[in-house]
């Protein structure tokens, strides 16, 4: 059996370090510890501590072999969607590295880091030029977090309107991300959803709807999490302001118009910018990232502390409300924020250069839509016409046929390729969610367009679901119990356990 590609998944079989000890070896030659006092009262641990006895190259072979089984953007085409930047230039990473920037401590006294804070406050002034806003709040340490930081702004400008006890309800788009009503939630309000029209957008006339005195905010994602501009968003805006609530916008897909939109102009009040999904930081497995919260004349006076002020003493921290000439509306971090996520955003910038920013959206769009073009016959897109960094399709393209995505997205594995986002955005059934990544080729996107292609006419011949579903079948394994995975891990090697 051959795939389309050509490509075979790695099919190593790696035991556990555990498994691959024998007992007694061992990779160094200690030299026998003199004799000693004990000094830890007798508490001095004395069983075996359970490590692996293993020779050197067996443990080099082994981590090297798991660090290739490392699916990503270095290996392979990784069209993840809502995840945006995938590809982060290296220069990036060694420019945080440098000795002066990574071995800073928040406790230096303020003349050893003027440095440091000119940085933080370059990469502030040139978030702030990007989106048009007046002001911008540096530490939150994610999207989430900058939800959470507008948020508590708006609250507080709501409370110094003394409207406190009554606008107490946040609007999300159901197609939202889930952190957007979990973060309108532990900021105290009660969520509600807006529906979204039959073109994928915030359905207007429903916002309207909802819109009164008892309103706060609303939050709208915009690219939204199917890939779609809000073409609406100045008639959203407006609505917002006539009801005396504020727009929020959910910035976690900047990238696909840094450069070529105006924050400012479309009439936001607060919009977090996910620094690790536009101004590169890898961002797997959870971390780390950062979430400027960019905000508005209106709420500027809210921005939490601390921010970094200038004046003819250099550079400092304000780090008390008493301090501000503001109203903070708190504190969200120990210190600052996240310092090394924004050294590799202001490096990003600097290197790309205004225009080069501009095309990495441009990019991000362009791929996006040549999947889309490519795809449509075959697959079935969600929406009509053309869209933003990502490209949405549904499961109707499979139906009938016994495959579903999760099959689907199974067999690209098969084919050499990191499966795109399955089953988000929920408000289609069945979602294959594409984003390519500004940075690859024709040639990769034709040959991944092949391998989706032939899979689509091989599962719509029939007599293919049993393929499907033993899929992927060259990975060392095939289906995994992720929800197993992740709820009860199992992290201890059970016979050398420490005692
Ligand atoms: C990623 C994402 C978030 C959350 O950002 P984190 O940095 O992961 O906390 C919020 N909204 C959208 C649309 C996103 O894609």
């Not at 490392?70 to 230039?89: A, E, H, Q, R």
């Not at 340490?141 to 003394?162: P, S, V």
């Not at 709807?209 to 008639?235: I, Q, S, Y």
Request: glycine content about 10%; aromatic content about 8%.
């Amino acid at each position: 059996m051959t795939t389309i590609s050509g490509n075979r998944g790695p099919l190593i079989e790696e035991p556990l370090i555990f498994e691959q000890a024998t007992p007694g070896r061992c990779g160094v030659d200690w030299e026998k510890p003199a004799a000693y006092e004990d000094r830890l009262g007798g508490l001095r641990k004395k069983g075996k501590i359970g490590l692996p006895d293993i020779a050197e190259p067996t443990v080099i072979r082994h981590y090297t072999r798991l660090s290739q089984k490392n699916v990503g953007i270095d290996t392979v085409f990784y069209p993840l969607g809502s995840c945006t930047m995938k590809y982060n230039p290296r220069l990036n990473e060694k420019t945080a590295r440098l000795p002066g920037l990574s071995q800073a401590h928040p406790f230096q006294p303020v003349s050893t880091v003027q440095g440091a804070l000119e940085l933080m406050d370059q990469c502030a002034h040139w978030l702030k030029v990007l989106t048009g806003m007046p002001a911008v709040a540096m530490s939150p340490a994610a999207g989430a977090h900058g939800e959470f930081c507008g948020l508590m702004a708006i609250r507080a400008a709501i409370e110094a309107r003394g409207e406190g006890d009554k606008r107490l309800k946040v609007l999300v788009p159901e197609s939202a991300h889930g952190t957007n009503p979990a973060s309108a939630a532990i900021c105290g309000f009660s969520v509600e959803s807006i529906p979204a029209n039959d073109r994928g957008r915030v359905d207007l006339a429903a916002l309207k709807a909802k819109l009164g005195p008892d309103v706060a905010a609303v939050m709208v994602t915009n690219p939204n999490t199917c890939g779609l501009f809000e073409d609406e968003v100045l008639e959203i805006s407006k609505a917002v302001h006539d009801a005396g609530a504020y727009f929020y916008c959910d910035g976690a897909n900047y990238n696909a118009i840094v450069g070529r939109v105006r924050i400012a102009d479309l009439g936001v009040d607060a919009m977090h910018i996910n620094l690790h999904k536009t101004f590169s930081t890898p961002h797997g497995g959870g971390g780390p990232g950062a979430g400027p919260t960019v905000l508005s004349e209106a709420l500027a006076p809210f921005a939490p502390v601390p921010y970094v002020v200038h004046d003819d003493k250099g550079f400092r921290l304000v780090e008390h409300a008493h301090e501000s000439e503001g109203k903070p509306c708190g504190r969200l971090k120990g210190f600052h924020g996240q310092f090394g996520v924004m050294v590799r955003a202001l490096s990003y910038m600097m290197a790309l250069g205004a225009d080069g920013l501009r095309q990495c959206a441009e990019d991000a769009v362009l791929n996006a839509n040549y999947l889309l073009a490519q795809l449509k016959d075959e697959l079935t897109p969600s929406f009509e016409g053309p869209c933003m960094h990502e490209a949405l399709f549904d499961d109707r393209f499979l139906k009938d046929t016994g495959v579903t995505t999760l099959d689907f997205a199974k067999a690209l594995i098969d084919e050499g390729f990191h499966p795109m986002t399955m089953y988000f955005p929920l408000v289609v059934h069945g979602a294959l969610l594409m984003e390519p990544t500004e940075t690859e080729s024709k040639a990769t996107l034709d040959k991944f367009v092949a391998s989706v292609k032939g899979l689509a006419r091989q599962a719509k011949e029939g007599n293919s679901a049993d393929a499907f579903k033993a899929a992927p079948i060259y990975a060392p394994r095939r289906r995994l119990d992720e929800t197993a995975a992740a709820r009860t891990p199992v992290l201890r090697w059970k016979d050398q356990a420490a005692e």
